[in-house]
């Protein structure tokens, strides 16, 4: 498509978000299934349910502004996604699959919101008050989801290397 204008690149990061969320849309659920924290497992199972309402929200957003969304991946998306595949390969064991995984979701979230921050303040100069609205739905999720999985990753952390050394003290003891 052309792209000469504010509103030609607007339109493109709105198609690039878009392709990010049916990545991320794929990339959680089996992730989560992973995952041996029941907080982060939850938190990363409802944020699936969310990011369905973040395609919609997107798709919506194309509506308002009578257009369609350009077919394109989202290489950002499409490489934290690699990361991760290229970690399980890794065959971790499970806590730190979990630790990794609290984190990789903190990653993605930033992603998102940064996004999200970028698309919201072109579309207030654009005076497109209904986007701003629809995109303001989805910011607030991700940065409420980026919250939640960075508590629970220094939460993880913690516990995982206190029990490190408490099995080293009886390793010690006992020796
Ligand atoms: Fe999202
Ligand atoms: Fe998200």
């Not at 194309?62 to 990361?83: D, Y």
């Given at each position: 498509?052309?792209?000469?204008?504010p509103?030609d690149?607007?339109?493109?990061?709105?198609?690039?978000?878009?392709?990010?969320?049916?990545?991320?849309?794929?990339?959680?659920p089996?992730?989560a299934?992973?995952v041996?924290?029941?907080?982060?497992?939850?938190?990363?199972?409802?944020?699936?349910?969310?990011t369905?309402?973040?395609?919609?929200?997107?798709?919506?957003?194309f509506?308002?502004?009578?257009e369609?969304?350009?077919?394109?991946?989202?290489?950002?998306?499409?490489?934290?996604?690699?990361?991760?595949?290229a970690?399980l390969?890794e065959?971790?064991?499970?806590?730190?699959l979990?630790?990794?995984?609290?984190?990789?979701?903190?990653?993605?979230e930033?992603?998102?919101?940064?996004?999200y921050?970028?698309?919201?303040?072109?579309?207030?100069?654009l005076?497109?008050?209904?986007?701003?609205?629809?995109?303001?739905?989805?910011l607030?999720?991700?940065?409420?989801?980026?919250?939640?999985?960075?508590?629970?990753?220094?939460?993880?952390?913690?516990?995982?290397?206190?029990?490190?050394?408490?099995?080293e003290?009886?390793?010690?003891?006992a020796?």
């Amino acid at each position: 498509m052309a792209m000469n204008t504010p509103r030609d690149l607007f339109l493109h990061e709105l198609a690039d978000t878009l392709s990010a969320e049916h990545i991320i849309a794929k990339m959680i659920p089996p992730i989560a299934g992973k995952v041996k924290d029941e907080e982060l497992r939850d938190a990363m199972r409802a944020h699936a349910k969310e990011t369905k309402q973040h395609i919609k929200n997107l798709e919506a957003c194309f509506k308002a502004l009578s257009e369609q969304p350009e077919q394109m991946v989202c290489h950002g998306a499409e490489g934290l996604q690699k990361e991760v595949d290229a970690f399980l390969e890794e065959q971790p064991a499970a806590e730190i699959l979990t630790l990794f995984a609290a984190g990789a979701a903190g990653k993605t979230e930033q992603y998102e919101i940064e996004s999200y921050t970028g698309l919201i303040d072109m579309a207030k100069l654009l005076g497109e008050k209904e986007v701003v609205k629809l995109l303001q739905e989805n910011l607030k999720q991700e940065q409420a989801m980026s919250k939640t999985v960075e508590a629970v990753e220094k939460r993880l952390g913690k516990e995982l290397i206190t029990s490190m050394r408490e099995a080293e003290a009886a390793a010690a003891n006992a020796g």
